[in-house]
């Protein structure tokens, strides 16, 4: 009984005190949330709904447009006056730091209406959808910044704006996105998301020739005087002996594998680019990496090429581009190879588009050198296109400023002819 007894006195002075520090700090935020495309994200206090801080928010196309508002709640007892409310907001490179912030003004929520809590009166400022945003149209990885502030002052006016500002101790709340990344190096496209090609979204077609070569997940490889090293945890790499080696055993078996994935590329956004990290020796046409781009109706073969030949053979419908070859690397760790893929191969120019990347290691029986193809890092955008000077009427003013030396102003003829 009396354990009960002091529970109940301790939650009694426990509430006591919070409405006594209440009464006497006379106004502030007591919550807030960001809403962005009309999802509530928590910022001052922790509730069912997602947080704001370290939220993932996904992919965008480039240039495109989010809805950004906010909601606060504010108490206010004494003389104190609350007579608005902000959110504010900055975007960023993940690499960077915020720069300057811009602010949505929250209303008044007439629904909501003044809540008397004790003492004091509650009231709620609100923007739900929000104020339409841009979002870069660089393809990149970014962060947006957030924190609220109200208006008012002590004396019943509305003088201070900023009156309070809750900006998490000067952090802020910060989510990141991502803009215009069609394949995540550091995810997928680094292999990050599992310990299968399946888990990060690839297919793979390995060959089942005895000694030949295919594709496998794994760490950090060696081969002499080669090597590759995860930029995480996993990369891919072509093996004759089940994996157990970054190898291919010049006169072994020939053979080819290849592993794919597709990809959905939006309308209008036709800058774009393709990176990846790899390594690999081989020998001219013979042992080689392949990247291509095709249709989704062709799926590669394997085993093809093979021998001397260069070309692969698909099953299915349409044509395959040949974005590059790679091979005979000196020794070394490897490097990054990107390439710009023209819009017309993706077919994003008026419609979206489903198209198929694929990777292809292939090697003959006889010659070569080791080790064969490592990949890793493949990182695939598409932004809107860049803005360059096209048409228009462009006037040229040759007046010579004000006290130029005469000598100087006989000789600017000749210099213009000679530009021209």
């Keep these: 009984m009396q354990l009960k007894f002091f529970t109940k006195l301790c939650l009694i002075l426990l509430f006591a005190a919070f409405a006594h520090q209440k009464t006497q700090a006379a106004s502030d935020i007591f919550d807030g949330y960001a809403i962005l495309n009309s999802t509530y994200y928590d910022l001052v206090t922790a509730t069912g709904n997602p947080d704001f801080q370290g939220a993932n928010l996904g992919n965008f196309l480039s240039s495109s447009s989010i809805t950004l508002g906010g909601e606060i709640k504010t108490y206010k007892n004494g003389s104190d006056n609350i007579c608005g409310g902000k959110i504010w907001y900055s975007i960023y490179p993940a690499s960077g730091s915020p720069g300057t912030f811009t602010n949505i003004a929250l209303p008044y929520d007439a629904v909501y209406g003044d809540q008397p809590s004790g003492m004091s009166i509650n009231q709620q400022w609100q923007a739900n959808p929000g104020t339409s945003i841009t979002l870069p149209a660089s393809a990149g990885a970014y962060k947006i910044a957030v924190y609220v502030t109200d208006s008012g002052d ?10 309070h500002t809750n900006n998490n101790s000067g952090a802020y709340w910060i989510a990141d996105f991502t803009v215009g990344i069609l394949i995540n190096g550091a995810a997928e496209g680094g292999f990050e998301l599992g310990t299968t090609f399946a888990d990060n979204g690839w297919t793979v077609v ?10 496998f997940l794994g760490g950090s490889q060696t081969n002499g005087a ?3 090293n995860a930029t995480g945890s996993r990369v891919a790499y072509a093996s004759n002996n089940a994996g157990t080696n970054w190898r291919y055993n010049t006169s072994a078996a020939s053979g080819s594998s290849h592993f794919y994935r597709d990809i959905a590329f939006p309308s209008g956004q036709t800058n774009i680019n393709l990176s990846f990290r790899w390594n690999a020796n081989g020998e001219t046409i013979w042992d080689i990496l392949y990247v291509y781009l095709c249709p989704t109706t062709l799926t590669p073969v394997a085993n093809s090429p093979s021998g001397s030949a260069n070309t692969v053979v698909w099953s299915g419908s349409g044509s395959a581009t040949l974005l590059g070859s790679f091979n005979l690397l000196a020794a070394g760790s490897g490097q990054t190879n990107t390439v710009a893929i023209p819009a017309s191969l993706a077919g994003n120019c008026a419609a979206n588009s489903n198209m198929r990347l694929v990777f292809t290691w292939k090697n003959d029986g006889s010659g070569g050198g080791e080790p064969p193809a490592a990949v890793d890092d493949i990182h695939l955008t598409a932004a809107a296109p860049l803005t360059t000077l096209s048409g228009g009427t462009f006037t040229i003013d040759n007046t010579l400023p004000t006290g130029v030396p005469i000598s100087i102003a006989l000789r600017l003829p000749s210099a213009i002819s000679m530009l021209r």
């Design 154 to 163: 002590s004396s019943g006016g509305c003088t201070l704006d900023p009156f």
């Design 206 to 215: 390995n060959t089942a020739t005895s000694n030949a070569s295919q594709w």
């Design 226 to 228: 080669y090597s590759f």
